[in-house]
């Protein structure tokens, strides 16, 4: 495993002994690493794209823009104003004499075209280093237009894609509290934070917490809404998925309006069920827990028995799981585990150091525990721990398939819902059917440990 | 819309375009200096196309090297990249934000290699693509200038029988039938970029850091011995080409993308001329098979009207195609920059001109959002283009023929055949089958014979 690692990567790496793995992380990317993450632009982009009636123009030339035109799975129930793709395409004549001016005239054309609720303005690379006063510009035009129109921090450079987690939180808090409800808010309401309704998900967890009798004030960001974001100070609780984008915006509700958060995670049996009780649990109402305990064992009872067949399938099975968020790769630990596959391989692009203590926590002895990573790296733990299946995105995807292993993806641009019951049920179905398909009988394997 | 704002973009940026090409020297691996997400956003969309690893480097600009300079990160940059990959060649291009802050990537390569005497290091191609100049297109003709002022030093003697062929922007089986073509007229080809197995490969049987093909950095060297450069699309002006003809005096082809019958019979032309041969006949069969087609299918094709949408010089081939066969091409549009794509739209039309008068639409730099409104108004038939164009034509109710890049909603991107005349006969057929179906599908009855 040495030989893959860069000497200044030593520390993000780590093998499980005991339950524990000392690892490095919250870093900046090594400079030739091949890094998968990506930037603050990324960062902000992906936490506010959701956000289905606000126009999001990119201001800086049009790559940024383009890159993120329609390319998430996220789905709304009204407005489509997020599947537009806005920018300001600046011009090597924009970068000299500046952008500002061209700025203010593209969002005085997008608000009087699309009459949005509000608009993000997401500032690029090189927006930072020409010094265009995009603040200016979105004070003047919301005072003329009377919509909210924020400057997103997202300069692609200035750190790291969880820093642009924060600008987008600095967004949204910027939203949050600027609004008052016209009908009395129902007793128990929270709002739900880090879920991002790709296929539909955040629909399913409404259903969920509907059927508890709790009510959902503002989604954050999934299938998200400008005014009810702007009322969301007014729940009684915020119920924050992924952790690591959304844990800042929570803190900052906590202390500016006193509403208290727990975190929780959608997927898999276990996390869900936590996730329901947590809620049942901060209501302190009787009634709410046994709603819960009910739909629990309903759901629970009839999906067990669709899982056995999985499970009897595909035990002994080994996987990898490198994704985004730290949240998700502990989630998926526990769901594979439930179908019978044991994780050799597993991290994240921006865990904190009590994600990695938790993934330890969870896996076997020898289990390799990255942050950070890169394809010379995943493809060298990949092989030398036997896995059958990789779990991750996009830039994931030719690792695996290239080595003969079956994927999954589990990132944001994904069509099939894998949160709550239903999603594990999907989940199930789609590592069956990767794992199984005949077309790994015409591949070689490649399962010595030397790098072609 | 106003022209302070862009919607939809029927572009991505210059580096995009750069990173394609340097993936066509073997063993180069591109490096963006840059922030971390301008590789990461280039490696997601090239790999949804290619369905291929394209491990792209970044040189992960943080803030402290946009006050002083990203010197220190670059260097980290290359002392990691050779560590990890080993490579043969570094292609290394700027991004909107090195340029703009003036980082002089030529300068530190010499300090790179001064601080690295009696080390064998890779060859550090230097394009530059600051992503508010152009296009991805620009880009990739940039990278491929770029290669060859790396690669070429000098002339020594014509060899005969070596030929550069410069082929742009083209899918993998693209390059592939370029390379049969050369073969069976006797060429050694030099083609830059061949990135028909890097971005196309077979299963593999153990991991490669870096995929095996592309036209080694040796052979690119020579090129400037070679007979003639055959440098296709009309839209481009300053290529590779261009630079060898000035520089060593190699003469220079410029042909149009061989995309439809003419453009086809002038680079099969031009080969012939070059090496003294008749076109083999497996050409000569396969262009009267293309006219045969031609002559069943254009009942079906006379007066539809067509919006095209994409990289200049494709879209100027498929006007070509379109132009011979009867079809009207209403609107031709770019998100490229420069005006020589309307000449060439032009250029290629001259039927469809006299046929439809006053029809023909040419937009450049434009995107998406107005090519909708004006496809909106011009109510076509069919649409032809890259994926971005699905949901146009879906509220067009029209069918898409996806060609190009990227192809993202559909599977074998890298194997569409769009040149020559194999190629054209692959775009004939679907071009063809497109409207056939979607007469069938939209009749009150139900014909399985038409």
Request: net charge neutral; proline share 5%.
């Amino acid at each position: 495993m040495s030989a893959a690692i860069l000497d200044k990567r030593r520390r993000q790496v780590a093998t499980v002994t005991d339950g524990k793995a000392a690892i490095d992380c919250a870093k900046p990317s090594l400079a030739g690493s091949v890094s998968q993450r990506a930037c603050v632009f990324c960062g902000s982009r992906v936490v506010l794209y959701p956000i289905v009636d606000a126009v999001h123009l990119v201001h800086g030339p049009a790559g940024c823009a383009a890159y993120t035109w329609d390319i998430r799975g996220t789905v709304s129930s009204g407005p489509e104003l997020h599947r537009l793709s806005f920018t300001t395409d600046l011009r090597e004549k924009d970068v000299i004499f500046g952008g500002a001016e061209k700025l203010e005239r593209a969002l005085r054309a997008l608000i009087a075209r699309y009459s949005p609720k509000a608009a993000f303005v997401y500032a690029t690379c090189i927006v930072g280093v020409i010094g265009d006063d995009v603040d200016g510009v979105c004070r003047k035009v919301s005072a003329e237009v009377g919509i909210p129109v924020i400057p997103v921090r997202s300069e692609g450079f200035r750190g790291t894609k969880k820093d642009g987690y924060a600008a987008a939180c600095d967004a949204l808090a910027e939203l949050i509290g600027t609004l008052e409800p016209t009908e009395p808010v129902p007793p128990y309401s929270i709002n739900i934070l880090g879920d991002f309704n790709l296929a539909g998900e955040l629909w399913i967890l409404e259903d969920y917490y509907r059927r508890m009798g709790v009510n959902i004030l503002a989604r954050i960001t999934g299938d998200g809404r400008v005014d009810d974001i702007r009322k969301a100070h007014h729940a009684k609780l915020n119920v924050v998925q992924c952790s690591g984008s959304m844990t800042y915006l929570a803190k900052h509700m906590k202390e500016t309006y006193g509403v208290p958060f727990k975190q929780v995670s959608y997927f898999g049996i276990e996390d869900m069920s936590a996730a329901l009780y947590d809620v049942a649990a901060f209501f302190k109402d009787p009634l709410l827990h046994e709603k819960a305990s009910e739909l629990v064992r309903d759901e629970v009872t009839r999906l067990l028995p669709m899982l056995d067949f999985y499970r009897e399938r595909l035990t002994g099975r080994k996987a990898v799981i490198y994704v985004g968020g730290a949240f998700k790769t502990i989630s998926l630990i526990k769901a594979l585990r439930l179908i019978g596959i044991e994780t050799v391989v597993c991290g994240s692009q921006t865990g904190r150091a009590e994600d990695y203590e938790t993934m330890a926590g969870l896996c076997n002895p020898g289990t390799i525990i990255v942050d950070d990573s890169n394809p010379v790296e995943l493809s060298t733990f990949a092989r030398e721990r036997g896995a059958d299946l990789f779990i991750g995105g996009v830039k994931e995807r030719p690792i695996a398939f290239k080595m003969g292993m079956a994927f999954c993806d589990h990132n944001h641009e994904r069509k099939l819902p894998l949160a709550g019951y239903a999603g594990m049920k999907n989940f199930a179905e789609e590592v069956y059917g990767s794992v199984m398909t005949p077309v790994w009988n015409y591949v070689r394997r490649d399962s010595n440990g030397g790098v072609a | 819309m106003s022209d302070a704002v862009t919607v939809n973009p029927c572009k991505v940026c210059s580096p995009l375009g750069a990173c394609v090409a340097f993936r066509g020297v073997a063993g180069c691996i591109p490096l963006i200096h840059g922030s971390q997400g301008c590789a990461t956003y280039i490696r997601r969309y090239t790999i949804s196309h290619f369905r291929e690893p394209m491990d792209i480097a970044s040189s992960s600009i943080s803030e402290d090297s946009t006050v002083f300079g990203g010197t220190a990160h670059f260097s980290t940059a290359l002392d990691n990249i050779i560590r990890q990959y080993a490579p043969a060649a570094i292609g290394i291009c700027t991004s909107c934000l090195s340029e703009t802050i003036g980082d002089d990537i030529a300068l530190f390569l010499n300090e790179y290699k001064a601080s690295h005497k009696g080390v064998a290091l890779p060859a550090l191609i230097r394009a530059s693509t600051p992503s508010y100049k152009g296009t991805h297109m620009d880009g990739f003709h940039a990278a491929v200038r770029a290669i060859l002022e790396c690669a070429v030093k000098e002339k020594t003697a014509t060899v005969e029988k070596q030929i550069v062929l410069l082929p742009g922007f083209v899918s993998p089986a693209d390059l592939r039938y370029f390379k049969e073509i050369l073969a069976d007229f006797g060429f050694q080809g030099i083609l830059v970029p061949d990135y028909s197995e890097t971005l196309d490969g077979p299963s593999w049987d153990e991991y490669h850091r870096l995929p095996e093909g592309g036209t080694p950095i040796e052979r690119i060297s020579s090129s400037a011995n070679s007979v003639a450069t055959l440098q296709l699309g009309r839209a481009l002006q300053g290529g590779g080409g261009d630079w060898l003809e000035e520089t060593f005096g190699t003469p220079c082809r410029r042909l149009g993308l061989p995309i439809g019958l003419r453009e086809s019979d002038a680079l099969f032309a031009a080969l012939a001329e070059l090496s003294g041969l008749p076109v083999p006949p497996r050409y000569a069969k396969e262009r009267g098979r293309l006219i045969d087609s031609f002559v069943d299918g254009h009942k079906y094709l006379f007066g539809k009207r067509a919006v095209v949408y994409g990289e200049e010089d494709l879209v100027i081939g498929i006007a070509a195609l379109l132009n011979e066969i009867g079809i009207n091409p209403v609107l031709c549009a770019t998100g490229g920059v420069g005006e020589t794509f309307r000449d060439g739209v032009l250029a290629v039309t001259g039927d469809a001109q006299r046929l439809f008068p006053g029809e023909l639409e040419v937009m450049h730099d434009t995107d998406h959002d107005t090519i909708f409104a004006r496809a909106e108004a011009l109510k076509p038939d069919i649409v032809i283009g890259n994926s971005k164009g699905y949901k146009m034509a879906r509220k067009l109710e029209a069918p898409l023929v996806r060609v190009g890049f990227p192809i993202h909603d559909r599977i074998g991107g890298q194997r569409q055949l769009h040149v020559g005349y194999r190629g054209t006969q692959n775009l004939f057929d679907l071009i063809c089958n497109a409207l056939m179906g979607a007469k069938q599908d939209k009749s009150p009855i139900a014909f399985m014979y038409v």
